[in-house]
Structures are given as C-alpha cells and as structure tokens.
C-alpha cells in the first residue's frame, strides 16, 4: 500500500504569502521563503507552491525565487503559476522544482509537458463550484498526460470547514491517477475524511499557517487511524 502524502500549500504573489478565501480577497501573510524554511525543518512529505498572481498578471513563473527556496528546500516541491509553455516548464524544473502544476484549461500544455517530460512531472489542477465537480475535466487531465490531479474546491478554499468530499470520492472513482484533496482543510479529521473518501494526498494551507496544526499532529493523527503515512 502506498502512503498517503501530506502536503502543505502555499499560495504566492511574487515573493509574498498569501491568504485568501474562495479565490478572493488576498491579503499579504508573509514571505514565502519563511514558509518554506519551517516546513523544510518539520521534514513535510512535499511542498507545493502556487504563484497566483503569475497568470493575472501576465508573467512567468519567478524563477530565481524558485531557486532561492530548492537550496533550503530538500523535499519534492511542485510550483504552479505562469507556466505557459514547454519552454516555462522546462525553466522550472531547471531552476529545482520536481513537478509544474497546470490548471485544466492548459491541457494542451499537460500534454506537450507530458510527453517530453514524463507523466510524473505534471500535476493537473482542476478548479471547481461545489456541486459542479464535473468526472470529464478529470478525465480529460488524465488523458492529456497529467500525473496526477490536484482538485480544489473554489467554495471552500481558505474556510477551513472541511473539504468537498462527495466529489473527491467522484472524482477519485473515476481516474486511475492519484488525486491530492485541496481546499478547506482545517482539522486533521478532514483529511482522514478525504483519505477514506478516495483522496490519495490531502493538501493544507490555512490550517498549517494559523492553527497549531503541523504535518507530524497530521501524520501522527492518520497514521492512529490506520492510514499508512510517512512520520516526519
């Protein structure tokens, strides 16, 4: 069996930390370079930071930040946001990152990506409406090569009251690829609901950031649910 990943999220604009709710009313919570020293310490599964201002803003991916956090940061690292093109991914990669995360309106990119770098380096990203949380976008992201799916419920993300996991059991059952819960997380109890919904990692930012939660309580707490889990 294997063990169900534990990932902290983070959310950037540049070099700063962001908090949001709903995909709305971002506000400044810190650098990320901080984040990512602590959780480099609590020896976390993997990391996964999303640039959310890349795209709005018309850029690419930060790539000298990139490089200044894989020379604290020894775990997997996925980074989303800006990547475009092969080219953008290739950049990523170059500069330290493991895996490019691609929203589901790219998966033309996840393809191309893909095919020349291999299925594992992808991370589909699948943004959704609670109640909308539609089997064919997962579909299509597994067919176009994706390694995996991020699935990120827009309602829920920021409020910590729990993920969507109706659909991550959906959205579980109908792809043969792992799909990592995203939004909502507040307790460790959501993510063991997540895990026995179908979910095969479970990813957290808000409730690492402002509770005292932390990636071992996370693991600890799964792994006294019999949920095989990496201990930090």
Known sequence: MLSKRI???????????????????WRSVGVAAQAVRIF???QVDELMLLD???TPEGRGPDLGLIEELTKVCFMPLTVGGGIKCLDDA???LRAGADKVA??????SVIAEIADALGNQAVVGIMDYKEGSGHQWIAKE?????????????????????GYDVETIGRIARSVDIPVIAAGGCGTYDHML????AGADAVAAGSMFQFTDSTPR?????LQQHNVEVRMP
């Open 52 to 54: 959310i201002g890349a």
């Open 217 to 221: 309580g996370a693991a600890q707490f």
């Open 141 to 161: 992201l597994q067919k176009s090569g994706a390694g995996e799916i991020l699935l990120q419920c827009i309602d829920r993300e920021g409020m910590m009251g």
């Open 102 to 107: 691609i929203g589901a309106a790219g998966v």
């Open 7 to 25: 990932i902290p999220q983070l959310l950037c604009r540049g070099r700063k930390l962001i908090k949001g709710k709903q995909f709305q009313s």
């Open 90 to 92: 290739k950049a990523v």
């Open 193 to 196: 609901e997540a895990i026995k």
């Open 40 to 42: 480099q310490q609590r």
